[in-house]
């Protein structure tokens, strides 16, 4: 009996001390092919593995939305095809990955995604705290209400109106704050009932729970189009109350990453410059215009190939995804967002869309 | 050197020196594992420019919370309380309504009547079948199916359901509730002696006593006196509560850590002290197992690190919030404010009827043609509670019902046969024998749902409830903290989910069988 416990604690010794060493070196192997693959540059992961990883949102009208068969389309979603372009010379080597938006910057830092274009506004909260860094601008949106016009709402409605009343809106965004913000600047108070994606804000709004839904006014003109309202709803007021630059976001402490991302969404801007869209790229005069021959890679392309990048990557960008004027009426000019007289007209017709010279 | 290392091997194949090692390196390893991971993760979060801080805690948050205590949080900790509370609202009514339902429909399964039988029982698959977040979209949904609030529907009501919501009337608080409910609790606790020893009157002179009637007399003249101004005694408390905010503010930091520190010193001592009595006597005096060595020391061990964390910044914190730091948290947590408090709250001078009975209102919003439930008068609830309480709610209830059901079957036929036999009534027998027995087999049961229903609350995320795990994730969101959100979530969990299981466990020893 004696003998038969020590032999039995023998081996359950050895078990456990088998065990701790085998888990503290799998830990240590781990830790150790981490710090491999943190050594890599995302550009070198994003090559080896040979598709890009771009988080989109779950559905935002003209921005991200996924077709019956499966397929991607919109305005963020253009820009991680070009992004692809880029880096592959082909557009279709992306995997999409839709985030909420309260998932998304912990699936950014987690290393999920590459790179994050889900119309995500630029903060500097959220460019100094979440560990990210924001690329140019591709939408300057505002945010603004909607409310019905039965409600005895119009355009003419401000922030002060709303007093009381109930407010839907989506987690984890900057709208919570702003509204927050305003109402309370406004002297009033409101309750906000916050959902996990628009679309149950929207749903919230319709079955009339909320008196006013509110976020990013491309997003508000997006839903009133699909829904068919545009006499029923209004949107307001005018001027946004809000700034909301959306953009591409990305991991800080890559500057090789964050200059391939810009310079795409800078070529894409440079191109619609010059007039240079999809049809006509193999056209355009490269003698003529220097800019344009350096940005698609006419002379040895020296500046694309320091960046890691192919020479002819932005000709491919241009080539399979167009500029950024294609790009813009193509997903957004359908549910009435135009370009002219806006913040995202060219710089030189008074708009913001400005690209730093390619040289 | 043969001799030495033959007794090197006798020591290795000592059976104590095995099990010490063994426990040692077990404990080791789990130690080093935990601190490894803990190292990793930070590291990680330092890669990703992401520095672990609870600094957000004290921080404006900036954002509205749609219900509870702080709609319009100053700091992060008061967001978190208001989700908090938010949950155990529903935790707490959710509780006892489901308590009742589920015996209700325990019953009801077992009733003779056929249809109230079938009724229970399809209930009951149809609940039992289903996840439980669906149920709570579908109510959410059968809420918002329901009309809007229109022009023609202002006024008082008695109850009201619209896409906004549900309204009731509803017996609302007035300045002197709480200490009315004090007050109620005191008297309860009176009618309970005067039962007692109107029971032991019984057994002693064997008259009748009438112990019932005599309680229930006394709880009904004290609800009068108390309802009429007479709960007012109870201001004695919060006079003496102000004494105690007043001197408790003078005290430093410094003194909660010592006091804490004594405080587990003392335990750990009250431990071991206890762990030697219990082998002074009997057969096995004085012989202590490898296992007893071992708790002890362990005992002292956790007494010391708990010592040393007291002096470490993590127990200044703790200090602080005691001390009821204003600028550190921006908390009215403290012990000088929740004394307070309770000073404010039960004050002699608050006057009038504890409780008002108040019709439903719905009302005009500003100047729009809003409509909307007053949350001044009656009681309104908002589409996310509703859904959620009454998901928990029923879900639970249904799994009750079967832990009630099965408690009382499983009390043997022959104890109502030989309670029959001695003449007693069906009533008294049910509730002198046949009760006493089923509670005793269902607490324990009871006690898992009632965890269950705890930790489901966190699905009102999925309907816009604030509760504590919404609210966090907003929190973590505006502020980047996650991992300090997630450490509070599962401190706070715990929090709940350990109190109610000692409450449970505490009537289960109440109601063991007594073996001698």
Known sequence: MNKKAIVFLLVFAMVIVACGDTTEEVAVEATEEEHDHEDESTLEQVQERGFLKCGVSTGATGFTEVGDDGSYSGFDVDYCYAVAAAIFGDYSKVEFKQLTSAERFTALSAGEIDVLIRNTTWTQSRDTELGNDFGPTTYYDGQQLMGRVADGLSNSSTVADIDGLRVCTNAGTTTEKNITERVGLAGGTIQLITVEAFSEAIDKFIAGECDIVTTDGSGLVGRRAVNDALNDWVIFPTSPISKEPLGPTYRSNDSQWADIINWTVYATIIADEYGVTKANVDSADLEANPELGRLFGANDGELQTKMGLDAKAYYNVIKQVGNYDEIFSRNLNPLGLFREGGDNDRWADGGLIYAPPAR | MVKLLSKIGAFFRNVVVLKWAVQFIFLGGLIALIFNYLNIAVGN?????????????????????????????????????????NMLRITVTGIVAATFFGTILGIARLSNNYIVEKTATSLLEVVRNVPLLVQILFFQALILSLPRLEVYDVGSVLFHASSKGVALSWPNRQDGAWMFMLYFLIALYI?????????????????????????????????????????????????????????????????????????????????????????????????????????????????????????????????????????TFKSDWGLPQFFSGISNALDWSITGAPYELNMAEIEQVGTTKFKKYSTEVGKSLTVGYFATWLGVVIYTAIFISEIVRAGIMAVSKGQSEAGLSLGLRRSSLLRLIVLPQAVRIMLPPMGNQYLNLAKNTSLGIAVGFPEVVAVGQTLYNQEGQTLPVFLIWMIFFSTVSLTLSSIVNYYNRKLKIVER
């Open chain 2, 45 to 85: 979060l330092a890669n990703t420019n992401i520095a672990f801080s609870w600094g957000f805690l004290g921080e404006t948050p900036g954002v509205s919370i749609a219900e509870g205590l702080y709609t319009l949080p100053k700091s992060g900790l008061q967001m978190l309380q208001t989700g908090m509370l």
């Open chain 2, 191 to 327: 009618s309970n002696r005067v039962y007692k020893q109107r029971v032991k009157l019984l057994e002693e002179q064997g008259r009748e006593t009438k112990p019932f009637l005599w309680s229930l007399s006394t709880l009904v003249i004290l609800f009068a006196i108390g309802w009429y101004g007479g709960y007012r005694i109870v201001g004695i408390i919060g006079f003496v509560s102000g004494f105690i905010s007043q001197g408790l503010e003078v005290l430093p930091g410094i003194f909660y850590q010592v006091l804490l520190s004594v405080l587990a010193g003392y335990l750990s001592f009250i431990s071991v002290r206890k762990q030697i009595n219990s082998k002074r006597s009997g057969e096995l005096q004085g012989k202590y197992s490898d296992d007893d060595y071992f708790k002890m020391i362990i005992t002292i061990v956790i007494a010391i690190v708990f010592i040393a964390l007291m002096f470490a910044p993590i127990g200044q914190g703790i200090a602080k919030f005691l001390v009821g730091d204003e600028l």
